[in-house]
């Protein structure tokens, strides 16, 4: 499997941006799928999860209200719509495939798959 991460960039504080992530090569529609982002000299953090249906999501709290996950299982494309963008959101963004169907998980070890990370740079 094959995870594509794009639409990081530059914004200033309080736009938005959309994370999109492009599977290919394996199975996406019966797996969880996450997004983990890691600031500079900080370790990765959990972000935002949606389960295979879409019909779950969860998120690290200081995104709740600004960040919506959701997922199209006929591109093979999971989002990230990030509202509201603060300092504190500057990160490089990777998204997730979870190892185990169709369980959900905040734990980056339960993830296999990673895409290559985009960054996203909000400035004050």
């Known amino acids: 499997v094959q995870l594509q991460a794009s639409g990081g960039g530059l914004v200033q504080a309080g736009g938005s941006l959309r994370l999109s992530c492009a599977a290919s090569?394996?199975?996406?529609?019966?797996?969880?799928m996450g997004w983990f982002r890691q600031a500079l000299g900080k370790e990765r953090e959990f972000v935002a999860l949606i389960s295979w249906s879409g019909g779950t999501t969860y998120y690290t709290d200081s995104v709740k209200g600004r960040f919506t996950i959701s997922r199209d299982n006929a591109k093979n494309t999971v989002y990230l719509q990030m509202n509201s963008l603060k300092p504190e959101d500057t990160a490089v963004y990777y998204c997730?495939?979870?190892?185990?169907?169709?369980?959900?998980?905040?734990?980056?070890?339960?993830?296999?798959?990673w895409g290559q990370g985009t960054l996203v740079t909000v400035s004050s």
């Open positions: 997730a495939r979870d190892k185990v169907a169709p369980a959900i998980t905040t734990l980056a070890s339960r993830y296999d798959y």
């Open positions: 090569g394996g199975t996406f529609s019966n797996y969880a």
